[in-house]
């Protein structure tokens, strides 16, 4: 008896040392109370209203840039200061590792897998390769089986049901930051037409109007040239076929100089124009 006790003990103590390197650390991180224009469950992935940096709201997939925290469970805090007279009074944390209400409208979550906002407001997805902007890292795994806390019913552009969602929750290390799974859509340009561009336009130019405006200045040129060939050669040859006509000739061919400028001319302004406006 005494030795199964004294095993007991042994194991108890041991159980005791261990579990602390393998427990997930929650909590920490950098937590702030702010006014929230409803009241906000757990887990809700918030922003700061753009009426009052000190309320917040349930963030939205269209304005995923504004991702700022989620809401969490001042029970949980070691330390809670309120701050008085705040209406529905959130403790936001921007930082830290909590529990996020997720979805499953991307797939799985894993351990280790980054994720974003849904298209359900508040709350997040795995995320993919598209988003631009991710929330942080689960820290735990949801497949929408076991404990749950609902479905949502997702709707296309033209309100008709198109997948249903089962929601849950999961603890996440937050860290709102750039998607470093996001696959670049943007054109590369050389170097030195992408400094052109922004020295004409004074800011950013997208790929696309940087090569229409080359496409344009080519055309341009290559009008001009051939207007001022065609001009040249003509007269040439009048010039052989009557040498009398030759004041004449100058002169057709001094229009021709300034039409093929012209021509020039008007090409670059509309490349000014596409650049600038």
Do not use: H
Request: charged share 15%; hydrophobic share 45%.
């Amino acid at each position: 008896m005494r030795g199964t006790l004294y095993a007991v003990i042994v194991l108890s103590s041991l159980l005791f040392c261990v579990s602390p390197l393998y427990a997930e650390s929650y909590g920490g991180g950098s937590v702030q109370s702010y006014a929230a224009e409803a009241p906000l469950d757990v887990g809700t992935i918030v922003q700061l209203s753009a009426k009052d940096s000190k309320k917040v709201k349930v963030a939205t997939q269209t304005e995923l840039a504004n991702m700022f925290g989620v809401a969490v469970d001042r029970n949980q805090l070691p330390i809670a200061v309120s701050s008085e007279g705040l209406e529905n009074e959130t403790f936001v944390a921007v930082s830290g590792t909590y529990n996020v209400l997720v979805s499953t409208q991307a797939g799985d979550i894993k351990t280790g897998d980054f994720v974003t906002l849904s298209s359900v407001n508040g709350v997040a997805m795995k995320a993919g390769t598209k988003e631009k902007t991710v929330l942080g890292r689960a820290n735990g795994s949801f497949n929408g089986k076991g404990v749950t806390l609902g479905q949502a019913t997702l709707k296309d552009s033209a309100g008709k049901a198109n997948q249903t969602v089962t929601l849950g929750s999961i603890p996440v290390t937050i860290a709102i930051q750039n998607n470093p799974n996001e696959i670049s859509t943007k054109v590369n340009v050389p170097d030195i037409l992408e400094r052109v561009g922004q020295e004409i336009a004074q800011k950013e130019v997208s790929p696309i109007r940087i090569y229409i405006s080359l496409a344009i200045t080519g055309v341009s040129l290559i009008a001009a040239i051939a207007v001022v060939y065609a001009g040249v050669r003509n007269g040439v040859i009048s010039i052989g076929r009557n040498p009398m006509s030759k004041k004449s000739i100058f002169r057709a061919l001094l229009e021709v100089f300034l039409t093929g400028i012209l021509i020039l001319v008007i090409g670059l302004f509309a490349v000014y124009l596409l650049l600038k406006l």
